[in-house]
């Protein structure tokens, strides 16, 4: 287990970046955040395997920036929120892409064990608007985003997230990927940087 005690829920923003939202010919939420769960059954940490399951023919990376909150948020104010966040750690939003065009909602495609990988927190300060994020492939540069690139911040996410549900201690937010996903196969690399803050290594198996 990568996070002791495990998370009650791991909250993942979806299409905050407009270029992410295009390379899929999504429309990008203008008025509110788009937001969907992960189980924690789903979460490996740095250096385990992501594991490939037999019902998907395309398994996909989505390197994020994520938020480890660190106290209770309940309706909460965005510097409320901003004081919630006990560390910022790289996240791969894993995803069966093919499932999650098929499925009306997102549960089964972001969903499977090993989907949820995250690497070690950092627990000093950061300007939560420009925090860089870069996925590599086998090595390869495959994406490369700025928290000043998202639609919706960080503390609006997480003020937004808290007026639906309660955030508790040890909760992980994912705020969304940059344009560049791609295919994972048996055998390759993924990592996720964010730049001097947390990196991330998982095998593909
Ligand atoms: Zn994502």
Redesign the pocket.
């Known amino acids: 287990m990568p996070l002791v005690p495990r998370p009650s829920k791991i909250v993942?923003?979806?299409r905050n970046y407009v270029d992410h939202a295009k390379e899929l010919g999504n429309p990008v939420p203008d008025k509110e955040p788009l937001f969907f769960l992960k189980p924690p059954s789903s979460l490996i940490g740095n250096g385990d395997a992501i594991v490939l399951p037999p019902q998907s023919k395309q398994v996909e990376y989505?390197g994020?920036i994520a938020l480890l909150i660190g106290s209770t948020l309940s309706r909460a104010s965005e510097a409320e929120a901003t004081q919630a966040i006990r560390g910022i750690v790289a996240l791969n939003?894993v995803?069966a892409r093919d499932l999650q065009r098929k499925d009306s909602q997102w549960t089964r495609a972001?969903g499977f064990d090993t989907f949820c990988a995250v690497g070690d927190p950092y627990f000093g300060t950061v300007d939560l608007a420009n925090i860089e994020v870069i996925t590599r492939l086998n090595g390869v540069e495959r994406q490369r985003g700025n928290s000043s690139q998202m639609v919706f911040s960080i503390p609006f996410c997480l003020s937004f997230i808290s007026h639906v549900m309660t955030l508790e201690p040890g909760d992980i937010v994912?705020t969304?990927?940059p344009a560049g996903i791609g295919r994972l196969s048996s055998g390759d690399v993924v990592e996720v940087e964010l730049v001097g803050i947390s990196t991330l290594r998982n095998t593909v198996a």
């Open positions: 993942c923003i979806g989505e994020e939003d995803t972001k994912a969304g990927t």
